[in-house]
């Protein structure tokens, strides 16, 4: 499906009633698109959690204009099975496919300007064994030199 429309008519069809009655709903769904419009919006709202979510924004039933209550999961579930060909995937299962970069792994808060490590702490680490100056992992290593700095302040 293209666009939040066609999955309002497809609803229509399913539910009864007219699109309009479903529109806001596969609006929510899609309202990602306005900050990418590629398919990978879809890993904000189209999963498991955000049938729920929608549950929580819209109520768990919607009346349509032919007097139905239908709940908002069956409409969530539709909208997402007509993009996701045929199934509902878990949000982990969008979250696994992030491909890593070293700036989403490297939270820190500058509380002392030039003590604390920029960059990637990784490559610290490395340069550290690599130098023979620690054998330790990079979870030890980044405890131990918080601690250093800690004492060291």
């Known amino acids: 499906m293209a666009h939040p429309l066609h999955h309002a008519e497809s609803s229509a069809q399913k539910f009864g009633g007219v699109p309009s009655d479903y529109q806001s709903i596969h609006d929510w769904f899609d309202a990602s698109k306005e900050h990418l419009a590629l398919f990978t919006h879809r890993a904000m709202r189209h999963h498991a959690q955000g049938l ?11 009346t349509n204009s032919a007097g139905r209550d239908i709940p908002v999961r069956w409409i969530g579930e539709q909208h997402i099975r007509e993009d996701c060909q045929g199934r509902i995937p878990s949000m982990a299962d969008w979250l ?11 939270g820190h808060i500058d509380r002392h300007a030039g003590s604390e490590p920029c960059g990637d702490p990784r490559l610290a680490w490395a340069s550290e064994v690599a130098a023979g100056r620690t054998v330790l992992g990079l979870k030890d290593w980044m405890a131990a030199s918080a601690t250093q700095a800690t004492q060291s302040a």
């Open 52 to 62: 729920f979510e929608a549950e929580r924004v819209f109520g768990l039933t919607l």
């Open 96 to 106: 696994r496919r992030i491909q890593p970069e070293p700036w989403m792994a490297n």
